[in-house]
């Protein structure tokens, strides 16, 4: 079963359902229920088009389900509609379909949760890490988006604000594992920046472009984490970090500073040090300062840390860590770094397998179990 294919044809789908009449909500449960039937009879049954076989049974389960609601019944005439099987259109609807979920009637927060689950693909989980909220808690908001929007009609699309947010964290997942999904935020993202001349459009893109250009770098052959430090610097794709400095300056041009044109000035300092020895970690601890004043989001305050403890040693670190709820997610593998950093090799390397413990993806958790078992085996006896 590709489930990477899956994946890369369900906007399309709850498009083409979305233009025929379906509602959002409606149109989405049937796409579900589309997928797992699909991943039910494809194995043994692989059909000849997977997009049209997904937009026909997909049609089919909703209009199976508005016949079964009495107070939809008018709906009834739309069984005539129904889309023969064969290719279906190729028309992108993914974008679009990015603002129709930001809609007006939800909060910022409550269309971002939605979009990622509708059509980002996300699992309720993934998004609930993203906010740092309970799974629970999120699986509740998602639920409260759909009814809001379930008797609206879409014609009124969302704010860019809420559509830039949910393409970051689309691309924060995909960089943290799923590499189609980040190539797929960058496409997304690229077509947006063709048609809304907005600065911090471009920053989001020049912001992907230099995290994406380090792609290759980022694990070792037996896919373990690579360090920032301990990157093959020849690696990174310099045409895409040339790419990206030329969109993130001429946003910056524009003196319109936002959250993603400060990031991305931030992955533009790593991508112009020759070696992770020479990077400007002062001018870093500055855009740090910026962006924590463009934005209330802890995880900031936790990333200039770090960047303090390199530009003014590991004891302003800690400090600047002590000012921060050690509840947040990797503020134990923060802290361990820097505890290594002044020579506190016991304590490191026992924050380092506490922060294994709590690591969110097994990547991420052998990488500081190795961490630990380095400083452990270094440690006097």
């Known amino acids: 079963m590709n489930e990477s ?3 890369s044809l369900t906007p399309n789908v709850l498009g083409i359902l979305v233009r025929r009449g379906a509602d959002f909500a409606a149109a989405e449960d049937a796409v579900q229920d589309a997928l797992i039937e699909a991943v039910r009879v494809w194995p043994a049954d692989p059909p000849r088009d997977a997009k049209g076989w997904l937009v026909t049974v997909a049609w089919r389960k909703f209009l199976d389900a ?18 023969a099987p064969g290719p279906a259109p190729a028309a992108d609807d993914t974008l679009q379909l990015y603002f129709l979920c930001a809609h007006p009637s939800l909060t910022p927060s409550s269309a971002v949760a939605l979009t990622l689950r509708a059509v980002g693909g996300l699992t309720t989980r993934q998004i609930a890490q993203a906010y740092l909220v309970p799974e629970a808690t999120m699986a509740q908001r998602i639920s409260r988006a759909k009814r809001t929007v379930s008797d609206v009609r879409f ?37 947006l920046a063709a048609v809304i001349d907005h600065p911090e459009v471009a920053g989001l893109l020049a912001l992907m472009l230099l995290h994406h250009a380090r792609r290759a770098a980022r694990t070792a052959p037996d896919g373990s984490l690579v360090p920032l430090a301990d990157q093959d610097r020849g690696r990174w794709d310099t045409t895409m970090i040339a790419e990206g400095v030329e969109i993130l300056q001429a946003a910056l041009a524009r003196d319109r500073l936002g959250e993603f044109q400060a990031q991305a000035a931030i992955a533009a300092l790593h991508a112009d040090a020759p070696t992770a020895e020479e990077t400007d970690w002062v001018q ?11 934005t209330d989001n802890p995880v900031v305050r936790l990333n200039r840390a770090v ?4 530009a003014d040693g590991p004891r302003a670190g800690l400090a600047a860590l002590a000012a921060l709820d050690d509840s947040l997610p990797r503020h134990t593998a923060v802290a361990a770094y820097l505890h290594e950093r002044d020579g506190d090799l016991t304590t490191a390397a026992r924050l380092y397998a506490e922060a294994a413990q709590k690591a969110p993806n097994l990547a991420e958790r052998n990488h500081l179990t190795r961490q630990a078992a380095r400083l452990n085996t270094r440690r006097p006896r």
Not at 165 to 181: I, K
């Open 155 to 191: 014609d009124q699309p969302g704010d860019v604000a809420t559509v830039l947010r949910v393409l970051y964290l689309v691309f924060n997942e995909g960089y943290s594992g799923d590499v189609d999904l980040a190539a797929e935020a960058i496409r997304l993202t690229r077509q």
């Open 284 to 294: 870093i601890v500055e855009w740090y300062d910026e962006l924590a004043g463009l």
């Open 307 to 310: 960047a303090v403890g390199e």
């Open 5 to 7: 294919l899956l994946r």
């Open 66 to 83: 508005t016949r079964a609601d009495t107070a939809r019944r008018r709906r009834e005439d739309l069984v005539e509609e129904e889309p």
